[in-house]
T-cell receptor
Framework: SQQGEEDPQALSIQEGENATMNCSYK?????LQWYRQNSGRGLVHLIL?????REKHSGRLRVTLDTSKKSSSLLITASRAADTASYFC????????????FGKGTTLSVSS | GAVVSQHPSRVICKSGTSVKIECRSL??????MFWYRQFPKKSLMLMAT?????????EQGVEKDKFLINHASLTLSTLTVTSAHPEDSSFYIC??????????????FGEGSRLTVL
C-alpha cells in the first residue's frame, strides 16, 4: 500500500538554485528516509531522519520532519545538473524487519 | 556500503514463458530480502518479503503462483515470473538490510531488472 505522497511530482530548476521536495505520510513511523533513483537504475539511500528528530543535514541536503503534520521535506541546495533524478521518501513503520513503504516520488530536472 | 547485485538487468521474453531474476547480497548475509515492482514514472510497490529458509510473505493483490520467490541461502533470493504476459512487463527491484548496520534502517538496492514480455 502507498504511504507517502511527494509534492511536486516534477520540478525543473536551473543549476545553482535550491530544490525543495515535500512528502506526506499517513501512519506513525519509526523513521523516514529519502532515496534517489537515476533513470532505470536502483535506488540509493540519501538520508534518514528518526521520528524524534526535526531536522538533519548531510552535505547539500537538508531534511525536516514534522510528525504532527506527518510530513517531511528534502532541500537540495546549490543544485547541479548531476542532481537530476527521481527522489522518493520512504517510511519505516514501527515494526522491526519490515520493508520500507515508498511515496510516488518527485522527478527533479536541473538544467545547466 | 553493502552491495546487492541483481541479474539480469534486462530480459525480453515471449508471452507464456517463465523468467527468473536473481538477487544476491555480495558482502553480507540477508535473512530477509524485499522485492519491489516499479511501473514507468511510478513509485515502488512492495510485492513480497523473501525469508531465508521459509515461505515468502506476499502483499495483498500479488499472485503467489505468478511471482514465485525462493530464498534458499543467506545471500540469494530469486523471483520467477511464471507464464509471463505483457502486463507483467515492468522494472523489478530487490533490496535488503545489512545486519552489520542494524541502526540505520537503510535498504540497499540492486540495480533492478527490466522485464519486457512480448
Amino acid at each position: 500500500s502507498q504511504q507517502g505522497e511527494e509534492d511536486p511530482q516534477a520540478l525543473s530548476i536551473q543549476e545553482g538554485e535550491n530544490a525543495t521536495m515535500n512528502c506526506s505520510y499517513k501512519t506513525s513511523i519509526n523513521n523516514l528516509q529519502w532515496y534517489r533513483q537515476n533513470s532505470g537504475r536502483g535506488l540509493v539511500h540519501l538520508i534518514l531522519i528518526r521520528s524524534n528528530e526535526r531536522e538533519k543535514h548531510s552535505g547539500r541536503l537538508r531534511v525536516t520532519l514534522d510528525t504532527s503534520k506527518k510530513s517531511s521535506s528534502l532541500l537540495i541546495t546549490a543544485s547541479r545538473a548531476a542532481d537530476t533524478a527521481s527522489y522518493f521518501c520512504a517510511t519505516d513503520l514501527n515494526q522491526a524487519g519490515t520493508a520500507l513503504i515508498f511515496g510516488k516520488g518527485t522527478t527533479l530536472s536541473v538544467s545547466s | 556500503g553493502a552491495v546487492v547485485s541483481q541479474h539480469p538487468s534486462r530480459v525480453i521474453c515471449k508471452s507464456g514463458t517463465s523468467v527468473k531474476i536473481e538477487c544476491r547480497s555480495l558482502d553480507f548475509q540477508a535473512t530477509t530480502m524485499f522485492w519491489y515492482r516499479q511501473f514507468p514514472k511510478k513509485s515502488l510497490m512492495l510485492m513480497a518479503t523473501s525469508n531465508e529458509g521459509s515461505k515468502a510473505t506476499y502483499e495483498q493483490g500479488v499472485e503467489k503462483d505468478k511471482f514465485l520467490i525462493n530464498h534458499a541461502s543467506l545471500t540469494l533470493s530469486t523471483l520467477t515470473v511464471t507464464s509471463a504476459h505483457p502486463e507483467d512487463s515492468s522494472f523489478y527491484i530487490c533490496s535488503a538490510r545489512d545486519p552489520r548496520q542494524p541502526q540505520t534502517g537503510e535498504l540497499f538496492f540492486g540495480e533492478g531488472s527490466r522485464l519486457t514480455v512480448l
